[in-house]
């Protein structure tokens, strides 16, 4: 019995020691097998669960003055992202990740189960990169991270109207970030990389694509201007009570916009609670009709064709006059005035003798010459074109409310490049937002005597006894024109709201800048373009020949001796 108990004992032991050895060899023989013979397909495996072919961004081209100054430029953000899948089956640290991005842990579950097809879902935008490093330390599954770029506007308000902004995928959406999108995005690469289980790279393994970085845009925009004309709009907007305004500075010479602001105004780096009307660019999107800043296109006009002479006088008495059953006025009896009192006085009936004793056609063609009713070359995006009927569609009534500036439209851009042709010896520019290193060549719109006579004719404005005085700038001559306006709704023109206007530019012996102000609906007694728009001309245009180093060309009373006693004995 012990011998056979002895026996079984052996037997055991056999069977558990061969056991243990076939479990050894089985192991031996898939440990070789999975390092030797399935080694590649098993590594391929591998790599695949933790190897990524992810997008690396491009960085937008920076947008700068004409000086080199910035005015937009894009700084690395990173934004962080969840697998849906992955993140709800670590449903314990929901409350955790919640916290973090201030969030709500019910809606975090309730949006992710939403994706729950999904692999990529982001869970919060443009986060300081040391704000995303904090989350992505925290090693919650299914959370990643990739780097991205944010848009930011140094200028803030001052400029936000010219340059527009980027969406949140740093696309251009306004102005100048819409209209030269293609020229500012760049193109993205592409790498392959490693993660570790927690989704942090940890290895670049290859460059699939470089990528390639957008291109900058210099504009003409002078920043020192640009911060003066927003300051001094915003400041008579705010004085008069207005509803919005817009002002532009154009050099004459080469069409370049230096300055273009408008009001209501918004900061481009924090949009939150922006209304679309605090974004319209109003210098460019905004019709008025120009008031009497159109006479000087009348008179050149009535002059080209020879249809008045330059020594021409004009009976205006008694202040108002009759024309198809409506009445002209004069704000008072101006009686004879020659063409530089018409424009002096700004007188309706001297503008409308004229309109009637001036071919139709030949206003209209020379109104439209001018770009009256025509789409600058600016390219801004949404410009308006404005309008005026063709001259066949014309009735007397409509040629003579034409010309003090009722029944066509413009905007402030529009009227700063007629203008600019006024100032440039009849020569108009083409305008441009860009900065330019070689202008293009001005086209011609009247003759080079005809211009300046006008010049001569719109200094007297800003002289004593013209409507435009409080546009004047100290040692400075400045040749403008003032209008003003009844703002038309759906009933009509209203009684009680004006558009103010001036247009100008200075210094009127050798013009450096035009400038066009425009301030709609101040509310008060002053509503005229002279005692409104003027006096925010004069302010912009003394900062800026200041700033622009300008040399003086008038020379006020009591200087002449100053100057002599300086020049010496001889």
Known sequence: MKKREQQEGRWRRGAVLTAFLLAGFALLARAVELQVVDRDFLQDQGQARHMRVVEVPAHRGMITDRHG???AVSTPVDSLWAHPGELLAAGERLDELAQALDLSPNRLRMRLEARLNREFFYLRRHLAPEEAEAVISLGIPGVYSQREYRRFYPAGEVAAHVLGFTNIDDQGQEGLELAFDGWLQGKPGAKRVMRDRLGRVIADVENIRSPRPGADLVTSIDLRLQYVAYRELKAAVREHGADSGAIV????????????????????????????????????LDLIEPGSAIKPFVMAAALESGDIRSDARFDTSPGQMRVAGHTVRDIRDYGELDLTGIMQKSSNIGATKIALKTEPEALWRTLTRFGIGELTTSAFPGEAPGRIRHWQEWRDIGRVTLSYGYGLSTTALQLAQAYAALANEGQMPEASLLHRENTPSPRRVISA????????????????GGTGL???VDGYRVAGKTGTVKRSGPGGYADDEYQSVFVGAIP??????????????????????????????????????????????????????????????S
């Open 69 to 71: 100054e910035p005015m």
């Open 449 to 464: 005597g005809l211009a300046a006579e006008l010049m001569a004719m719109m200094e007297a404005v800003t002289e004593p």
């Open 249 to 284: 500075l154009m050099d004459p010479r080469s069409g370049e916009v230096l300055a273009m602001a408008s009001q209501p105004g918004y900061n481009p780096n924090s949009r939150s609670n922006v209304s679309p009307a605090q974004m319209r660019n109003r210098a460019a």
């Open 470 to 472: 409080r546009a004047r």
């Open 508 to 569: 009127a012996s050798r013009p450096r800048l035009v400038g066009v102000v425009m301030i709609d609906n101040p509310r008060g007694e002053e509503f005229y373009g002279g005692a409104v728009a003027g006096p925010v001309f004069s302010q912009v245009m003394s900062d800026a020949m200041r700033l622009l180093d300008v040399p003086r060309d008038r020379v006020e009373a009591g200087m002449e001796s100053v100057i002599l006693r300086a020049g010496g004995d």
